[in-house]
Antibody
Framework: QVQLQESGPGLVRPSETLSLTCTVSGVSMTNLYWGWIRQSAGKGLEWIGRTHSDGTKNYNPSLQSRVTISVDTSKNQFSLTLTSVTAADTAVYYC??????????WGQGIQVTVSS | DVQMTQSPSTLSAFVGTRVTITCRASQSIGTWLAWYQQKPGTAPKLLLSKASHLESGVPSRFSGSGSGTEFTLTISSVHPDDFATYYCQQYVTSFPTFGQGTKVEVK
């Protein structure tokens, strides 16, 4: 079955770079979009961005200047990089398979805290 | 950006009753709308796509309707397992956006 698993540091210092990886199993990554969504404590869901296996990318306009999402289909992984983080970036980060915009498979989520 | 507004924010219901959640878009999105269910400490689960298409394995007591700017999610008879937070999401644009969520709690 399709499974996604986030990995990366749970603590990032302010002004530094947040880097997360999502490992995909049970399905080929080709011809699909793969994305990141985050959720702050007690808040709703915020779409961060996505990448297609062909390299096409879409980003949340409010994060676009700080976000990069890349894919490595040979490793069955895709990644998220968010630069110049602040406390406002503290959240649970989810990776997900993006079918046509809707996310049909999700990772379990990883808590990332921005703090010195 | 397409803004998504859900109502109510919180809904209290008895087991066995019918529940309806509304989602409104700030502009027409056709039927490019999904509904998710989220329980505390877990990832959201996709329930419906294309406004009314029930995902595989989702109980038939869940249904969705609407097009354009107004949509509804209905649970025909609420089960104990249905108490959760529900989110709508538009995906007509290359920047999908979510509603703020509706928490369905036991009365």
């Amino acid at each position: 079955q399709v499974q996604l698993q986030e990995s990366g540091p749970g603590l990032v210092r302010p002004s530094e770079t947040l880097s997360l990886t999502c490992t995909v199993s049970g399905v080929s990554m080709t011809n699909l979009y793969w994305g990141w969504i985050r959720q702050s404590a007690g808040k709703g869901l915020e779409w961060i961005g996505r990448t297609h296996s062909d390299g096409t990318k879409n980003y949340n306009p409010s994060l676009q200047s700080r976000v990069t999402i890349s894919v490595d289909t040979s490793k069955n992984q895709f990644s998220l990089t968010l630069t110049s983080v602040t406390a406002a970036d503290t959240a649970v980060y989810y990776c997900a398979r993006d079918q046509r915009g809707e996310a049909d498979y999700w990772g379990q989520g990883i808590q990332v805290t921005v703090s010195s | 950006d397409v803004q998504m507004t859900q109502s109510p924010s919180t809904l209290s219901a008895f087991v066995g009753t019918r529940v309806t959640i509304t989602c409104r878009a700030s502009q027409s999105i056709g039927t490019w709308l999904a509904w998710y269910q989220q329980k505390p400490g877990t990832a959201p689960k996709l329930l419906l796509s294309k406004a009314s298409h029930l995902e595989s394995g989702v109980p038939s007591r869940f249904s969705g309707s609407g097009s354009g700017t107004e949509f509804t999610l209905t649970i025909s008879s609420v089960h104990p397992d249905d108490f959760a937070t529900y989110y709508c999401q538009q995906y007509v644009t290359s920047f999908p956006t979510f509603g703020q969520g509706t928490k369905v709690e036991v009365k």
